[in-house]
């Protein structure tokens, strides 16, 4: 069974850049959700897709926005990048639907923007 | 909204002493609970886990009750290792209507140092 699986691992970029985050879920998982966790932070949730619909979102900005696949990978796009939005972003799967409440987390993506 | 409170750190402890780090949560309804950890440089691992009122979650030495009357959830260790040394994370979620859950919701973390 393969796990959830984020790339880049590391990434810097410019302000006002876009950047893509990319996540492959765990196997058997059709949800995907996405969270942002800065430095000494506990993370705070951007969005979920179940299933490729949006199934919520936190309180993120519209330049912060996501897709999913039909193979259920996931990513996240952010426009307009400003320097507070330097932090390590995790992507968690999930199997979906009522029993499914344990989220499994990748590895994550640190980005840092200059 | 949905919140978690975690005891302030960090936590530095002895090898083989006995770990508390205190959980209490504000959630209508009835939200499953978590503790996640977190190693340097690595994402969020799901330690244990407990899902309606007096259940105990366990997992490696490390357990935690689901108490609603007092909306807490502190997790506990007996004896604790070096290689505990690590961020912990306490969480919610609860089911969001239609066919899904929705977000976890976590704290703030807590630093737990093991020195030999």
């Known amino acids: 069974e393969t796990g959830v699986t984020q790339s880049p691992t590391h990434l810097i970029k410019t302000r006002g850049q876009q950047v893509t985050l990319r996540c492959s879920s765990q196997?058997?998982?059709?949800?995907v959700s996405w969270y942002q966790q800065a430095l000494g932070q506990g993370p705070q949730f951007i969005f979920q897709?179940?299933?490729?619909?949006?199934?919520g979102r936190g309180n993120f900005p519209p330049r912060f926005s996501g897709l999913q696949f039909p193979n259920y990978s996931s990513e996240l796009n952010v426009n307009a990048l400003e320097l507070d939005d330097s932090a390590l972003y995790l992507c968690?799967?999930?199997?979906?639907?009522?029993?499914?409440?344990?989220?499994?987390f990748g590895p994550g993506t640190r980005l840092t923007v200059t | 909204g949905d919140s978690v409170t975690q005891m302030e750190g960090p936590v530095t402890l002895s090898e083989e002493a006995f770990l508390t780090i205190n959980c209490t949560y504000t959630?209508?309804?009835?939200?499953?609970l978590f503790w996640y950890v977190q190693y340097p440089g690595e994402g969020l691992q799901l330690l244990l886990k407990?899902?309606?009122?007096?259940d105990k979650g366990s997992n490696k030495g490390f357990e935690a009750t689901y108490r609603k009357e007092t909306t807490s959830f502190h997790l506990e260790k007996g004896s604790v290792q070096v290689s505990d040394s690590a961020v912990y994370f306490c969480?919610?979620?609860?089911?969001?209507?239609?066919?899904?859950?929705?977000?976890?919701?976590f704290g703030q973390g807590t630093i737990l140092t093991v020195h030999p």
């Open positions: 196997s058997g998982h059709n949800t």
């Open positions: 959630a209508t309804g009835y939200p499953s």
């Open positions: 897709y179940y299933r490729e619909e949006e199934n």
């Open positions: 969480a919610l979620t609860r089911f969001a209507g239609g066919t899904s859950y929705g977000k976890l919701t």
């Open positions: 968690a799967s999930s199997l979906g639907g009522r029993g499914s409440y344990e989220q499994y």
């Open positions: 407990a899902t309606k009122a007096d």
